[in-house]
């Protein structure tokens, strides 16, 4: 990336104000980058644990398979999910707060007496794949967030800082060799108004 800049005083003192933005964030953009990479390490193992839990499900579940024909898996429907924001690293992350099932009547009389049992197994299910759903959900927003956060830190630490830096030096190398030349010419008109004087007098 090119920094636009002229050869003089102002422009200086803006490049040193951008260059010192940059290398106080630095850091700060840093420490976001590792705190996220940690959430996301964290995400995936959590994400692989509820799979590992849902399969496990799963199968108790299939294991009572000839039973679950007699079972109306109707009775058992996700009234509400609620949700809450939570801030990691800065980013808005929703969180599973509470799963509402609403469970329709039945009799207990005509039904088998496992009928409980069911119910709660599929509330179980069902609670454990959404929960499972918001995991990976949040692995993918923690995963772009700590993209972005990485692509910024190497903008500013290979990019950004040094071309500052080159910007800033290229404008003081000319200013000073700008001064040098002033002072050179004065001392070369200096000399010739010396020599001038000097062959009036004689």
């Given at each position: 990336m090119a920094i636009k800049f002229q050869y003089n005083k102002t422009s200086l003192q803006l490049l040193e104000k951008q260059l010192k933005i940059r290398v106080r964030t630095l850091p700060i953009i840093k420490n976001k980058e590792s705190a996220l990479r940690m959430e996301v390490k964290k995400s995936k193992t959590e994400a692989?644990?509820?799979?590992?839990?849902?399969?496990?499900?799963?199968?108790?579940?299939?294991?009572?398979?000839?039973?679950?024909?007699?079972?109306?898996?109707?009775?058992?429907?996700?009234?509400?999910?609620?949700?809450?924001?939570?801030?990691?690293a800065g980013v808005r992350i929703p969180s599973l707060e509470s799963i509402d099932f609403d469970v329709a009547r039945f009799s207990l009389f005509n039904n088998p007496k496992w009928f409980c049992d069911g119910i709660e197994l599929l509330k179980t299910l069902a609670g454990t794949a959404i929960e499972r759903e918001f995991v990976i959900a949040k692995l993918n927003l923690l995963e772009h967030a700590r993209k972005k956060t990485t692509q910024k830190v190497n903008l500013f630490e290979k990019v950004q800082i040094p071309g500052y830096q080159d910007a800033l030096r290229k404008i003081k190398r000319f200013m000073e060799d700008e001064e040098n030349l002033s002072k050179s010419s004065q001392k070369i008109m200096k000399s010739h108004q010396e020599k001038r004087k000097e062959e009036v007098e004689i």
């Open positions: 692989k644990t509820l799979e590992e839990k849902l399969e496990r499900q799963i199968q108790e579940y299939e294991a009572m398979f000839v039973l679950w024909n007699e079972f109306d898996s109707s009775l058992v429907k996700i009234k509400d999910v609620h949700l809450g924001v939570k801030k990691i």
